[in-house]
């Protein structure tokens, strides 16, 4: 029978999963290798089942292993969400949250983002993961990172998702090529253009050509670029036009190497939504950090550093 003194044989029969080896599991534990082989014997005796099969490599998990691997990373993972929590009402919160932003919104978060966290939650270790949409919304599904910025996004039964506000897209191009284009475009204009876009796994890209379908217009594409600074330099660079968020280029729009034109009537709009797992995993954590960023995206949206209309609420 497992019992609650037995908890500290699940922390060491993840080291043991994690190396593979008892050996080095040892080593990590600070330990011999016949007491780890005691302790796996002793967690096997209490859950009634052998946990690991021996080879001429090492060790790996069994059937019932690999269950109890995953019932084990969740126990202690509440433990220390529950460590976090009791730490917090003494102190700065604990712990590790990563943050997934497409390019548009690191361009105009990030750095507030950083600077609010490190004066406000010190002692937690923040990643930024930067990539497209697409890409965010499969590390939440999979529990590679906390939160995302997605587009358009319908919450599912493992992630959920808060509107936050809702932001217009625009044509892209350099001076010299807006003196060309009248100073409102529609999706007939863009079709004379070089078109550099995302590939078609991500919304954006869908939507333009949705928009051109409905237009019959045929778009000419002549770069698939799925990374945003990487796009930015191609416009830059006069390679072709992009249909992008004024978020995404801020800094080329205040220095005058870009030119935002609008589409007449707005038919290109997008949600920005803040994304999150449905799981309890650091929850007292992960509702603190939730707090900041809605609070930093307010703060962003106010001041106009991220053009945009908030939705309730936000406003």
């Known amino acids: 029978m497992f019992r ?28 011999v290798q016949s007491g780890v082989t005691q302790r796996i014997k002793r967690l096997e005796e209490a859950v009634g089942a052998r946990l690991l099969d021996r080879h001429s490599r090492g060790v790996q998990p069994t059937a019932q292993g690999l269950i109890l691997k995953r019932a084990a990373t969740e126990i202690l993972a509440r433990i220390q969400d529950a460590k976090a929590e009791i730490e917090a009402w003494e102190g700065s919160p604990r712990g590790a949250i990563a943050v997934g932003l497409p390019p548009s919104v690191a361009t105009v978060l990030t750095t507030p983002l950083i600077d609010v966290m490190s004066k406000e939650m010190p002692n937690v270790e923040l990643t930024i993961a930067e990539a497209f949409s697409g890409y965010l919304w499969n590390w939440l599904d999979t529990g590679e990172i906390d939160f995302a910025f997605v587009f358009d996004a319908t ?4 992630v959920d ?5 809702e932001e217009d897209l625009y044509l892209i191009v350099t001076p010299a090529q807006s003196h060309a284009l009248p100073s409102v475009v529609t999706i007939q ?37 799925d990374a945003g600074y990487q796009l930015i330099r191609e416009v830059l660079r006069g390679t072709g036009s992009a249909i992008l968020a004024r978020s995404s280029v801020m800094p080329e729009l205040q220095e005058g190497r870009l030119v935002a034109l609008p589409f007449a009537n707005n038919p290109l709009r997008r949600r920005v939504a803040l994304a999150e797992r449905h799981d309890q995993k650091k929850a007292f954590l992960r509702s603190r950090v939730r707090d900041i960023i809605q609070n930093v995206v307010k703060t962003r949206l106010v001041d106009g550093s991220w053009p945009g209309e908030p939705i309730n609420p936000l406003a």
């Open 4 to 31: 609650s003194r037995d908890l500290s044989l699940l922390h060491d029969f993840l080291v043991v999963c994690e190396h593979g080896n008892l050996t080095r599991a040892a080593d990590t534990l600070g330990t």
């Open 161 to 165: 998702a808060i509107d936050m506000l």
């Open 189 to 225: 204009d863009i079709a004379k253009l070089p078109l550099i876009t995302s590939s078609r796994k991500h919304r954006l890209r869908t939507d333009v050509e949705a928009l051109a379908r409905k237009e019959n217009v045929q778009l000419n594409v002549r770069i698939e670029v």
């Open 155 to 158: 919450p599912t039964a493992s």
